[in-house]
C-alpha cells in the first residue's frame, strides 16, 4: 500500500514542512476491487509522458490540473513530466513556458511559487517529430532517467494530445519501440475525438489494440469526470425519492444544453472538419445522456458503470436517413453585433473556408427505444456564439391528470407542465426542482417557485476539475470514467447517419446570428412535438 505520513500543516507548501516515507506497492485490480468508490486514492509514482505538450491542452488544462494536485499532494511526489512536441526546447524554456500558462489557466486556486520550484523540477522535456523514430528512443533515454532520478518505479503514463491523425501511428511506435512493456504498469490515454466517424473510429481501435490490451487504454471524456456529471448518478442511485419518477410514466421529455458564448477561438482549422454534432453529441453529450438515463448498475465499479452506459447507448434508435431532417437540425453563425461589439461570422473566422458547410450548432431528438424510456423524446442541442456559457440537463415532467387550479396555469407552456428538474452542469453547478406554490392572497393563484442545491453554497469548497480527477484515475488504473471501445462505437452509430446525411446536404448558411439561441429550425423540430426549448 502506498502511505504518505504528511504533517498536519497540510495546506503549507510541502517543500517547508514535508516529512514524507513512502511505501510503494503496484495499484491492480485487487486493491481497486476493495475501492471501487473511489475514496482512498493510491496514486502510484509514475512518469506522464505528453505528447503534444506545447499545445492548447496541455497549457491550459493538463499542466495547471497536474500542478494543483501536486500542490494538493493528491498524487505521488515521486513523479515526473515528460513532454514532447515538435518544438524545439530545453527542459527549463519549457518549464518557463509552462509556469505562465499555469499562473495564467489555474482555476480557482492560487499560484506558490515555492511550490512551483518543486513542482518545476519534475518537468522535462524531449522535442521531436512523432513521425521519426529517434523521438521514441530518446523518451525512453528520459525515461529511464527519471526512474531513477525521481524513482517513477517504471510506471509510465503516456498522454496522447497531438492531432487526431497521430494516434494510430504514436500507439504502434510506442509498441515498436517496446514503450508499451516494462517495469511497471504503462497506460495510454487518449484525447478525443476518437476517429472522425464510425468507420474510421473501429479502424483506430483495431489498430490500438494491435498494441495494447482494452485495459491500458484509457479514451478520455472529459464531461465524464465532471463533477457535476457524477453527481446525477449519486443523486439518481443515492436517493430513494427520485429513481421511481424516472421513468417514461412520469417523464415527458428531457432537454440537454450545452451552449457557448465562444467562436472558435484560434481552432478554426480542426473546427471547420469536425463541427459540433462531432465535437460535442458523439462524445460529450452521449455520455451525458448515457448517464442521465441508464440504467442502476448492479455494482459501483468500472465495468458495471460502463455496462449500462454501452447499454443505454446500445438502446438509442438509429435514424434513418428520410429520418435525419425530421430529428436533426444544423446550424452556422452569421456576424452579429452584440452589446456593441462586432462578432464574426464562423465564416469569416481566421483558418475558416468562407464557403464552409461546418455546424457550429446541432440539435437532435434521440428516443430511447427501452421500457424505461419508450416514447419520451431526449433533445440535445450545442452550439458556438449562444448568448451565454451554459451547460445543464432539463427533466420535464408531465402535468397533473387534472388541472384544478387551471385557471392560474394557463399562460402557457411552462405552466401547463409545472415541474421540472434541472440538473446544472456548469457555471452555476447545482440542482433545482420547480413546482406550482399557491400565491399569497385570497384565490388559488398558483405561481412556480424552485427548491435549489448549490454546490458552492452546500459544500463550501473547491471542486477537483475533470482533468484534475481523470488524470488521478488513469494514475490510479481506475477507468470507471473513462469510454470503453463499446461505448465509442454506440456513440458513432447513433450519430452517423445524420453525418452522413448533413455531409449531402448543401446548407443556406449562416442560419443563426453570434449571439443568439440558434436557428429557427431548431424551435420548429420541438413544436412539432408539442415542446419548446426553455431557456436556461
Ligand atoms: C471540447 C470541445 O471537447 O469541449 C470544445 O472540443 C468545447 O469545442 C469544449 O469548447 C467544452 O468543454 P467545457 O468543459 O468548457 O464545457
Not at 471542486?463 to 465509442?488: H, I, N
Request: proline content about 6%.
Amino acid at each position: 500500500m502506498y502511505q504518505e505520513n504528511w504533517p498536519d500543516t497540510y495546506f503549507w507548501p510541502y517543500h517547508q514542512t514535508r516529512t514524507m516515507s513512502v511505501i510503494v506497492q503496484p495499484v491492480t485490480e485487487a486493491n481497486l476491487l476493495q475501492d471501487p468508490l473511489r475514496f482512498d486514492r493510491h496514486v502510484p509514482p509514475c512518469a506522464i509522458v505528453i505528447f503534444g505538450a506545447s499545445g492548447d491542452l496541455s497549457k491550459r488544462k493538463l499542466l495547471p490540473s497536474l500542478y494543483r494536485l501536486f500542490y494538493e499532494r493528491r498524487i505521488s511526489q515521486s513523479f515526473a513530466v515528460v513532454g514532447s512536441s515538435r518544438t524545439p526546447m530545453s527542459d527549463d524554456q519549457f518549464r518557463d513556458k509552462m509556469k505562465e500558462s499555469v499562473s495564467k489557466f489555474l482555476e480557482d486556486a492560487p499560484f506558490d511559487e515555492d511550490v512551483w520550484k518543486s513542482f518545476a523540477q519534475c518537468l522535462f522535456y524531449v522535442a521531436g517529430d512523432m513521425s521519426n523514430p529517434e523521438s521514441y528512443e530518446a523518451i525512453r533515454e528520459k525515461l529511464d532517467e527519471v526512474e531513477q532520478s525521481h524513482q517513477t518505479a517504471g510506471n509510465v503514463l503516456f498522454y496522447l494530445s497531438t492531432q487526431p491523425s497521430f494516434y494510430a501511428e504514436a500507439v504502434k511506435a510506442l509498441g515498436a519501440h517496446n514503450l508499451t512493456k516494462g517495469r511497471g504498469w504503462r497506460r495510454v490515454i487518449i484525447e478525443k475525438p476518437f476517429g472522425h466517424d464510425l468507420q474510421s473510429a473501429r479502424k483506430l481501435n483495431e489498430e490500438i489494440h494491435q498494441v495494447l490490451d482494452e485495459s491500458n487504454v484509457y479514451r478520455i471524456d472529459h464531461y465524464l469526470g465532471k463533477e457535476t456529471v457524477q453527481n446525477i448518478l449519486a443523486f439518481r442511485f443515492g436517493n430513494g425519492i427520485f429513481e421511481p419518477l424516472w421513468n417514461r410514466r412520469y417523464v415527458d421529455f428531457i432537454q440537454i444544453t450545452a451552449a457557448e458564448s465562444i467562436g472558435v477561438e484560434g481552432r478554426g482549422a480542426y473546427y471547420q472538419e469536425a463541427g459540433a454534432l462531432r465535437d460535442m453529441i458523439q462524445n460529450h453529450l452521449s455520455q451525458v445522456m448515457a448517464t442521465v438515463a441508464m440504467e442502476p448498475p448492479t455494482v459501483f465499479d468500472a465495468n458495471n458503470v460502463r455496462d449500462e452506459r454501452a447499454k443505454l447507448l446500445r438502446a438509442v434508435r438509429i435514424m434513418k436517413p428520410e429520418e435525419v431532417e425530421k430529428y436533426a437540425v444544423s446550424g452556422q453563425y452569421g456576424p452579429a453585433k452584440v452589446g456593441g461589439q462586432d462578432l464574426l461570422g464562423f465564416r469569416q473566422e481566421p483558418s475558416v473556408d468562407p464557403n464552409a458547410q461546418t455546424d457550429t450548432y446541432a440539435a437532435v431528438t434521440f428516443f430511447i427505444d427501452n421500457w424505461r424510456w419508450a416514447g419520451v423524446p431526449i433533445y440535445i442541442r450545442t452550439g458556438k456564439r449562444m448568448p451565454k456559457r451554459v451547460t445543464d440537463i432539463a427533466i420535464q415532467f408531465h402535468a397533473p391528470p387534472l388541472g384544478l387550479f387551471s385557471q392560474e396555469t394557463k399562460s402557457g407552456l411552462r405552466e401547463a407542465r409545472p415541474n421540472l428538474l434541472v440538473l446544472r452542469i456548469q457555471p452555476e453547478e447545482g440542482i433545482s426542482l420547480r413546482f406550482l406554490s399557491k400565491s399569497p392572497g385570497s384565490g388559488m393563484r398558483l405561481r412556480p417557485v424552485s427548491m435549489d442545491f448549490n454546490y458552492g453554497s452546500s459544500f463550501g469548497e473547491r471542486s477537483p476539475t475533470a482533468y484534475e480527477t481523470l488524470l488521478v484515475d488513469a494514475m490510479t488504473g481506475d477507468p470507471t470514467l473513462y469510454t470503453r471501445q463499446d461505448m465509442v462505437d454506440a456513440s458513432w452509430q447513433i450519430v452517423q447517419p445524420i453525418l452522413d446525411s448533413w455531409a449531402n446536404t448543401k446548407f443556406d448558411f449562416p442560419n443563426y446570428d453570434a449571439g443568439s439561441w440558434g436557428p429557427k429550425a431548431s424551435e420548429e423540430m420541438l413544436a412539432r412535438q408539442g415542446h419548446v426549448w426553455r431557456i436556461p
